[in-house]
DNA sequence: ATGTGC
């Protein structure tokens, strides 16, 4: 495949076959080799046929193959030049994201109590597959309360503050959600597991500010060297699964009778002012305002772990997903468009004084928050003026080992002594997950900020550090 | 990611 540097951390994949606009890919040299190896920069390729897409199909430096797009994959798509809707670019954890809780105590104020902290947080915090949640079980109109509401309706019932809504993208509900368009079965699947992490890569990590890199901008948000904060990386479970499942199957169908061909069946697609795009992005809304309230209701039980070992209080600085995609306005050759934004495993990461951030970070920018693997740093980054990629940026380190191969190739009691060493207390992991999700399955997050940085998608301003860890 | 397969 043909790379053609282009300045610093960005490659051009130039249009070829059927490519309606090229690929771009942000990248270091070193992690370009990740990339080429695992056929995502070929799912680059094959999203920059979308119909509608403009300007370039782009890629994160933490980018990974995925389900039709790849994950670290950004698409826009024109919604009033034939541009489609597709469950494949937001991905089949809909709305899976990450908060940041920030305390006011230092981690030298911690030694001795963080133990008994995640003992409390171990038996808190519901995980794993299947049912169990922090909201034992919903009935059927406080799950519509959830799917249109989001954040906010758990904040109305007692879990959390009105000041916890302003720190979540859309306010903690995403305008539009069509609660009737989410199938029984998702609903089903949903209404027992509001507030639980699920498995995989999603955790509560308590870790403290390890460097702050922008001073002012961290100041703003409250983070010095030594804070301890709570990462939350979670989605919406079997509801936006199901959700998925049910969209990629509709369209798989439907699309041929719009005239759509495309290169890959797991792209499937339908324009955006359809009734099947209409039908999915209100679905979608109400699976991204599930993913919302399930990461409040994680927070209201970690705060109630704090609070019990006189922690104090836990302050949210950011609520932000990675899998969505939004209607938003962009310039596209100098003219403002109305855009179908797909974000998959990508983070939106407005500029300071856009008008969706709360009057507060305004000056500031989005706080970014970019989770590590299990057991390494993770990182709150700002948005920024002049950023490619209608303002994204990368969400994670990015897998490099699939879980078959980590499964083989990792001893297990090295990864134990490892974190052992490292001092990170672990909870609730199974050896098989654990494994699964050991830092050498991941790139190297430090390096994949850097590009980040350097791409001009968005600047660093504080690395974490993990205490100890919930996993998933 | 996922009641880890339709």
């Known amino acids: 495949m043909e790379l053609v540097p282009q300045g610093r951390c960005r490659w051009l994949l130039p249009r070829q076959g059927q490519m309606r606009v090229p690929g771009v890919v942000f990248a270091t040299r070193s992690l370009l080799p990740a990339a080429v190896g695992d056929r995502s920069l070929d799912q680059v390729v094959n999203v920059a046929c979308l119909p509608g897409i403009v300007d370039a199909s782009y890629a994160m430096p933490d980018v990974h193959w995925g389900y039709g797009f790849p994950i670290g994959g950004v698409a826009a798509t024109d919604i009033e030049d034939e541009g489609v809707v597709s469950p494949g670019g937001v991905g089949f954890d809909i709305s899976c994201g990450v908060r940041l809780l920030v305390s006011q105590i230092h981690r030298n104020d911690l030694c001795g109590e963080l133990g008994e902290l995640m ?20 009935s059927a109109d406080e799950l519509d309360d959830i799917l249109v509401a989001g954040a906010a309706h758990l904040v109305a019932r007692g879990m959390g503050t009105p000041d916890d809504l302003k720190r979540c993208e859309s306010g903690g509900t995403m305008p539009g959600a069509g609660p009737e368009k989410v199938s029984t079965r998702a609903r089903e699947r949903g209404a027992r597991q509001v507030g639980s992490l699920g498995s995989g890569n999603h955790f509560a990590e308590v870790q403290a500010v390890d460097q702050v890199l922008d001073p002012a901008t961290a100041e703003a948000f409250g983070l010095r060297t030594g804070s301890v904060c709570v990462l939350v990386h979670c989605g919406s479970r079997g509801l936006g699964h199901q ?3 049910d969209y990629v199957r509709l369209m798989d169908t439907a699309m041929h009778r719009y005239g759509i061909h495309v290169p890959d069946r797991q792209l499937a697609c339908v324009p955006v002012p359809s009734a099947e795009g209409e039908s999915y992005l209100a679905a979608m809304a109400a699976a991204a305002n599930y993913g919302m309230a399930n990461r409040q209701a994680l927070t209201h039980a970690i705060r109630e772990a704090f609070a019990a070992a006189g922690l104090g209080e836990l302050v949210l600085l950011y609520d ?21 934004v797909h974000r998959k495993g990508a983070t939106r990461a407005f500029p300071p004084h856009h008008p969706e951030l709360p009057a507060d970070l305004a000056p500031y920018g989005q706080p970014v928050l970019v989770p590590g693997s299990m057991g390494t740093a993770s990182y709150v980054l700002v948005g920024v003026e002049a950023s490619p990629a209608f303002h994204s940026a990368c969400h994670g380190a990015g897998r490099v080992l699939s879980r078959h191969a980590a499964a083989r190739h990792i001893p297990i009691e090295k990864l134990r002594s490892e974190m052992a060493a490292a001092g990170i207390l672990v909870r609730g992991a199974s050896t098989r997950g654990l494994v699964e999700e050991a830092p050498e399955s991941y790139k190297d997050v430090d ?8 791409a001009g998608l968005a600047k660093p301003v504080a690395r974490l550090v993990p205490l100890g860890v919930v996993k998933g």
């Open 119 to 138: 003992n409390a947080l171990g038996r808190m915090i519901p995980r794993g597959t299947g049912p169990g949640g922090v909201l034992p079980r919903c």
């Open 243 to 245: 959700v998925c499942t």
């Open 320 to 340: 932000v997903s990675h899998n969505l995609a939004k209607i938003e306005t962009h310039p596209v050759d100098s003219h403002l468009r109305t855009l179908c």
């Open 447 to 454: 390096e994949v900020v850097r590009a980040c940085h350097e």
